[in-house]
């Protein structure tokens, strides 16, 4: 649907005429990306400056820091004392290790749902339809807070678990509680993603095959996935990028040690007064995300080059 | 298909449908409920699946509460302000991104990606010492812009794509009969692209509400929303207290979604995000 690049204005196209389009196209860009510039790319140059040693001293919060190493010069000494501890590399381990299980929780969950809703038939997928969006409206904090108080030791889903004479181990305070709200929270966009490519597949196509012999899997493994690959990357890097910076699931309902980047980068700012290892853990959570912004990139790109449709 | 011929037994695919949307509903739900029945319990031990009793006490606490007041007051002027900023801003430029060629078109469209992977805490540490020195800290306008940050995408993205899917022929035909651009894209194109801008503005409204780290840094101790008030009440106040709350802070969400969810199931969100 999307086109690569925009069709040429109407009437001739001489270079003024250029000139003017990229100038108006320009200027009407531009506020959204000095938003950008003046909030995100500027603060994060300061803070990867600030990470390799450089510290300015006309700035109290970074100045003031424990734990400071100063230099003239850049210096890795920051992150070779990170990465030197077992506490933070362990915290890096179990960020990394919680995304990508989350990931694959939320791709294997959204397709079948996605599945279901364009290929099921009866009123059963219409439910599901209105059931999925339901995580969207509900803001996070008030997620986390939900599952907790469902998900507690002694809570609500170990009283129902009581009443039916099962055992339960909470996942509250553990990487696993982590894992299902940040499922349970990620749905919604995940099915939205998968479910818009799916509705791009034509039935006659399954139809077709299906009268040649092919079963539900072969379908399923022949046809929609490798016509669906391109939102399912997109899913795959978004929810990724979410999880790797996300703070307020694992700060209500993670674990304390070793707990995600996101929540120690918050401890070592506010509670031990370290900015400096601080803005260095975010800035290598943004070279985790960056890596998988690339893999979006490039499929996106790769898609809208080539495919007709998508 | 050899031992996996139950697939296509249609019995089977109908019990797995029952199957499926009580996991989901379950999944999805069971917490939401928990909250709801808390909202109204005045005490509920373990192992007891529902409340032992109820009670309204804890509405009156809150609803009386002024801090409560205050932060649902400041939310609400601050997000829909912001909404309405990110559309002033997002809506020319999601508009350029789709109709006109200018040096780096694709380079910046992507760069908005930037504001979601930046993990905004190691931002917040930086953003801090330039609004210090701007005499933005716990001031309205700092807030309005922290929360700005986080609408960027979804107010350029699926806007954009709501610019490609309008036809130029439809365009075209308007500017043969005689009308001008201006004309042309008041009474054709904005209209067609509408519902894609209606799903941005609600994402956007979702963000900026429900900002809450970047908020507390920026804003507190003057500035307090309600999603910064859940912190401190989540750990300070007995459970009933916090589920109230949760129930206050969704009403908008769920309201919007009520308004908006025609539009979702449409496709402009996904569209947004393909890129171009």
Same mark, same amino acid.
């Given at each position: 649907?999307?086109?690569?690049?925009?069709?040429?204005?109407?009437?001739?196209? !001489?270079?003024?005429?250029?000139?003017?389009?990229?100038?108006?196209?320009?200027?009407?860009?531009?506020?959204?990306?000095?938003?950008?510039?003046?909030?995100?790319?500027?603060?994060?140059?300061?803070?990867?400056?600030?990470?390799?040693?450089?510290?300015?001293?006309? $700035?109290?919060?970074?100045?003031?820091?424990?734990?400071?190493?100063?230099? !003239?010069?850049?210096?890795?000494?920051?992150?070779? !004392?990170?990465?030197?501890?077992?506490?933070?590399?362990?915290?890096?381990?179990?960020?990394?290790?919680?995304?990508?299980?989350?990931?694959?929780?939320?791709?294997? &969950?959204?397709? &079948?749902?996605?599945?279901?809703?364009?290929?099921?038939?009866?009123?059963?997928?219409?439910?599901?339809?209105?059931?999925?969006?339901?995580?969207?409206?509900?803001?996070?904090?008030?997620?986390?807070?939900?599952?907790?108080?469902?998900?507690? !030791?002694?809570?609500?889903?170990?009283?129902?678990?009581?009443?039916?004479?099962?055992?339960?181990?909470?996942?509250?305070?553990?990487?696993?509680?982590? &894992?299902?709200?940040?499922?349970?929270? $990620?749905?919604?966009?995940?099915?939205?993603?998968?479910?818009?490519?799916?509705?791009?597949?034509?039935?006659?196509?399954?139809?077709?095959?299906?009268?040649?012999?092919?079963?539900?899997?072969?379908?399923?493994?022949?046809?929609?996935?490798?016509?669906?690959?391109?939102?399912?990357?997109?899913?795959?890097?978004?929810?990724?990028?979410?999880?790797?910076?996300?703070?307020?699931?694992?700060?209500?309902?993670?674990?304390?040690?070793p707990q995600m980047m996101g929540v120690a980068i918050q401890a070592y700012f506010s509670n031990y007064n370290q900015p400096q290892p601080a803005v260095a853990m975010a800035v290598l959570l943004f070279a985790i995300c960056a890596a998988a912004g690339a893999v979006y990139v490039w499929a996106t790109?790769?898609?809208?080059?080539?495919?007709?449709?998508? | 298909?050899?031992?996996?011929?139950?697939?296509?037994?249609?019995?089977?695919?109908?019990?797995?449908?029952?199957?499926?949307?009580?996991?989901?509903?379950?999944?999805?739900?069971?917490? #939401?409920?928990?909250?709801?029945?808390?909202?109204?319990?005045?005490?509920?031990?373990?192992?007891?699946?529902?409340?032992?009793?109820?009670?309204?006490?804890?509405?009156?606490?809150?609803?009386?509460?002024?801090?409560?007041?205050?932060?649902?007051?400041?939310?609400?002027?601050?997000?829909?302000?912001?909404?309405?900023?990110?559309?002033?801003?997002?809506?020319?430029?999601?508009? @350029?991104?789709?109709?006109?060629?200018?040096?780096?078109?694709?380079?910046?469209?992507?760069?908005? #990606?930037?504001?979601?992977?930046?993990?905004?805490?190691?931002?917040?540490?930086?953003?801090?010492?330039?609004?210090?020195?701007?005499?933005?800290?716990?001031?309205?306008?700092?807030?309005?812009?922290?929360?700005?940050?986080?609408?960027?995408?979804?107010?350029?993205?699926?806007?954009?794509?709501?610019?490609?899917?309008?036809?130029?022929? #439809?365009?075209?035909?308007?500017?043969?009969?005689?009308?001008?651009?201006?004309?042309?894209?008041?009474?054709?194109?904005?209209? #067609?692209?509408?519902?894609?801008?209606?799903?941005?503005?609600?994402?956007?409204?979702?963000?900026?509400?429900?900002?809450?780290?970047?908020?507390?840094?920026?804003?507190?101790?003057?500035?307090?929303?309600?999603?910064?008030?859940?912190?401190?009440?989540?750990?300070?106040?007995?459970?009933?207290?916090?589920?109230?709350?949760?129930?206050?802070? @969704?009403?908008?969400?769920?309201?919007?979604?009520?308004?908006?969810?025609?539009?979702?199931?449409?496709?402009?969100?996904?569209?947004?995000?393909?890129?171009?």
């Open positions: 649907m999307a086109s690569v690049s925009a069709p040429p204005l109407r009437g001739r196209s !001489d270079r003024a005429d250029r000139l003017r389009e990229a100038a108006i196209g320009l200027a009407m860009v531009a506020p959204p990306i000095a938003v950008l510039l003046f909030l995100i790319v500027l603060p994060a140059l300061q803070a990867t400056i600030f990470s390799l040693g450089i510290v300015p001293s006309d $700035n109290l919060v970074f100045s003031t820091g424990q734990h400071l190493i100063k230099s !003239d010069s850049p210096t890795l000494a920051v992150y070779s !004392d990170l990465l030197a501890s077992p506490f933070i590399r362990d915290d890096l381990w179990l960020t990394i290790w919680i995304s990508l299980v989350s990931v694959v929780l939320v791709a294997i &969950v959204a397709y &079948v749902l996605a599945l279901y809703v364009r290929f099921g038939s009866g009123s059963l997928p219409r439910i599901v339809r209105s059931l999925y969006l339901v995580p969207m409206f509900v803001p996070v904090v008030i997620a986390s807070y939900a599952a907790i108080t469902f998900y507690v !030791d002694r809570g609500v889903l170990a009283a129902i678990l009581h009443a039916v004479g099962l055992p339960f181990a909470s996942p509250a305070y553990k990487p696993s509680g982590v &894992v299902i709200t940040q499922v349970w929270f $990620n749905i919604p966009f995940a099915v939205l993603m998968l479910g818009s490519g799916l509705d791009g597949i034509e039935q006659e196509l399954i139809e077709s095959a299906h009268d040649v012999g092919a079963g539900f899997l072969t379908v399923l493994w022949r046809i929609v996935l490798p016509m669906n690959m391109v939102p399912l990357l997109i899913v795959l890097t978004f929810t990724f990028i979410g999880v790797v910076g996300s703070f307020t699931i694992p700060f209500l309902i993670g674990p304390n040690a790109s790769r898609s809208n080059k080539h495919a007709v449709t998508v | 298909m050899g031992f996996l011929w139950f697939w296509d037994v249609p019995e089977f695919r109908r019990a797995m449908g029952l199957v499926l949307v009580f996991a989901l509903s379950s999944f999805l739900l069971l917490p #939401l409920l928990t909250l709801l029945l808390w909202a109204f319990a005045d005490e509920w031990r373990y192992p007891s699946v529902v409340p032992q009793s109820i009670s309204l006490k804890w509405w009156d606490w809150v609803l009386t509460n002024g801090d409560v007041g205050s932060a649902v007051r400041y939310s609400f002027i601050t997000a829909p302000v912001v909404t309405l900023i990110a559309a002033i801003i997002c809506l020319p430029a999601a508009y @350029s991104f789709s109709r006109f060629r200018f040096p780096g078109r694709r380079t910046l469209f992507i760069s908005l #990606l930037a504001a979601n992977a930046f993990p905004k805490i190691g931002l917040y540490v930086a953003i801090a010492t330039l609004f210090f020195r701007l005499n933005l800290m716990g001031t309205y306008w700092g807030v309005v812009l922290i929360q700005l940050v986080g609408t960027l995408v979804a107010m350029v993205w699926i806007p954009a794509a709501g610019f490609d899917s309008v036809a130029r022929e #439809l365009e075209d035909a308007a500017r043969d009969a005689g009308a001008g651009p201006l004309r042309v894209f008041w009474s054709i194109t904005l209209p #067609l692209a509408m519902p894609a801008i209606i799903v941005a503005a609600f994402l956007a409204f979702i963000a900026a509400f429900d900002e809450a780290q970047g908020t507390l840094i920026v804003g507190s101790p003057t500035i307090v929303t309600m999603p910064t008030l859940m912190y401190t009440l989540v750990v300070n106040y007995p459970e009933p207290v916090g589920a109230i709350f949760s129930i206050l802070l @969704s009403a908008p969400s769920v309201i919007l979604l009520l308004i908006a969810r025609r539009f979702l199931l449409a496709g402009y969100l996904a569209a947004g995000f393909k890129g171009r």
